[in-house]
């Protein structure tokens, strides 16, 4: 068996990091041409995507194929990244109790690495045979690829818990890009119901073939999310379409940058209370420091006090973020865009007070997609 430094050094080159708009995971190079498999999830409902690679260098992509239903993308780097494909496990493998190799790459952070084995082994589905492993990577909330003990392979792991989807499940989506990489320039990703197969575009919530709701779309009970409507309305004026950055049953997500300010986009959440009569947009500022927490409260509480209007300064796990809450009839008649400008003008600000103050660096993304909700 080969060693797991040996392992991690042989198929890390292959690992790439993946960001589309809010989402984000790892994958890895599947074909000669260049082509990453990565899952559904890293890329969300995105066209295009960043990709991280291991020598440092980070290249544009564009997503050229989707299978929802197996929650798996396919992108191509617009330039050659000239990387070594991984190898595929054979279908069988590996079998339960086998030891495995989860590995993640997140931006330019070093590669994570979590050995494991194989827990379950499912009954076969009609796409997929089922494997779950009980390794789990810190920085892998969009899924991350799986190897066997020979480098090879498995599959992506879309989440802690969750079946992987194997290699072999989507072996044949694979060849068929498997051509030059000019042949797929004008491919894009289309959707279909997981449970008909119904196309379906990202406006609607249901679909029309079968009824089922789509994967995008949360409700609660049989009905609607309440303030939905208003959440949608709002997006629209920016340009969104909602169910695209949609990240929770009332949570949805985008990047926005600042006007004449720093040219870094920042991440704003939107989330409704229960009623759906406020909806509340927070952007994070910085990551607490490591110690004297004890003035940074003061600090948070004394600028709440004084200084900062309709926003409010808060912590949400271990992160600052700035917020204001508004009633949703309220704010879909406002000039929402200019709202969202005047949001990332006091981010701005105050990033440049914590930095000053502390020593923070500040934060415009958050890369755990459960930190703010």
């Not at 500022?285 to 600028?303: N, V």
């Amino acid at each position: 068996m080969i060693g797991l430094a040996d392992l991690a050094a042989r198929v890390r080159p292959a690992i790439v990091g993946v960001s589309a708009g809010a989402a984000g995971g790892s994958g890895y190079v599947a074909r000669a041409n260049g082509v990453i498999a990565a899952t559904h999830r890293s890329v969300g409902y995105q066209l295009e995507a960043l990709l991280d690679l291991d020598d440092g260098r980070q290249v544009a992509a564009r997503v050229v194929a989707v299978d929802v239903a197996r929650g798996v993308a396919f992108l191509l780097p617009k330039s050659p990244i000239a990387v070594a494909p991984l190898k595929v496990a054979p279908a069988a493998a590996p079998r339960l109790g086998d030891s495995v190799l989860a590995l993640g790459r997140s931006g330019r952070e070093p590669l994570a690495i979590a050995p494991g084995i194989v827990c379950a082994v499912g009954p076969s589905g009609e796409r997929e045979r089922r494997l779950r492993i009980d390794a789990a990577l810190d920085n892998a909330d969009g899924g991350h690829p799986v190897v066997d003990t020979q480098g090879r392979i498995v599959g992506l792991a879309p989440g802690r818990g969750e079946w992987l989807v194997t290699a072999a499940s989507y072996e044949a989506d694979l060849a068929a890009l498997d051509v030059p990489p000019a042949e797929l320039a004008e491919r894009g990703p289309s959707y279909a119901c997981p449970s008909c197969d119904e196309p379906f575009s990202l406006e609607i919530d249901r679909c029309l073939g079968c009824g089922a709701v789509l994967p995008h779309a949360r409700v609660v009970g049989d009905g609607p999310v309440p303030g939905e409507r208003a959440a949608k309305d709002i997006l629209a004026t920016l340009g969104v379409v909602a169910n695209k950055v949609r990240v929770g049953p009332r949570a949805w997500r985008v990047l926005r940058a600042l006007a004449g300010g720093s040219g870094v986009p920042a991440q704003v959440t939107l989330r409704l209370d229960e009623e759906g009569q406020h909806v509340v947009c927070r952007v994070p500022l910085a990551r607490l420091p490591a110690a004297h927490h004890e003035a940074l409260y003061r600090l948070l509480l004394t600028l709440n006090d004084q200084t900062t209007g309709l926003y409010h300064l808060s912590l949400a796990g271990d992160i600052v973020a700035l917020s204001f809450t508004e009633s949703t009839a309220f704010l879909r008649e406002r000039d929402v865009a200019a709202q969202f400008q005047d949001l990332l003008r006091n981010a701005e600000h105050y990033r440049k007070v914590l930095g000053e103050a502390f020593g923070v660096a500040p934060m415009h993304e958050i890369t755990s997609p459960g930190a703010t909700s």
